[in-house]
């Protein structure tokens, strides 16, 4: 298979990791021409789909947990735009 897209990196141009492993376990089919024609000129997409082939993806599900109060008292100042860090400083000491 000839890369040419560069060299071994993944680039702009290559659809992402998830969208690789969406069109391979058959989720989206309307990119699957233009994500197969890719694959044939780029050495990394293929290689990564080859590694998804032998060790797939697992998702799992992971419940979220309480906010420690510091840390959601941090975010609540940056999305006010008041940088307090003092809540930061108080939940890297605890």
Same mark, same amino acid.
């Given at each position: 298979?000839?890369?040419?897209? $560069?060299?071994?990196? !993944?680039? !702009?141009?290559?659809? &992402?990791?998830?969208? @690789?492993? *969406?069109?391979? &376990? $058959?989720?989206?089919?309307?990119? +699957? #021409?233009?994500?197969?024609?890719?694959? %044939?000129?780029?050495?990394?997409?293929? *290689?990564?789909? #080859?590694? =998804? %082939?032998?060790?797939?993806?697992?998702?799992?599900?992971?419940?979220? $947990?309480?906010?420690?109060?510091? @840390?959601?008292? +941090? *975010?609540? *100042? @940056?999305?006010?735009?008041?940088? #307090? +860090?003092?809540? @930061? =400083? !108080?939940?890297?000491?605890?």
């Amino acid at each position: 298979m000839v890369n040419r897209m $560069g060299s071994f990196v !993944k680039t !702009k141009e290559c659809p &992402s990791s998830e969208r @690789l492993v *969406a069109v391979q &376990s $058959g989720e989206v089919v309307e990119e +699957l #021409d233009r994500i197969e024609r890719h694959l %044939e000129v780029c050495e990394f997409c293929s *290689a990564e789909v #080859d590694f =998804y %082939e032998r060790f797939p993806p697992v998702v799992e599900q992971v419940e979220a $947990g309480p906010i420690p109060e510091p @840390l959601r008292q +941090l *975010a609540e *100042a @940056l999305l006010r735009e008041r940088v #307090d +860090l003092r809540p @930061l =400083y !108080k939940l890297a000491t605890h």
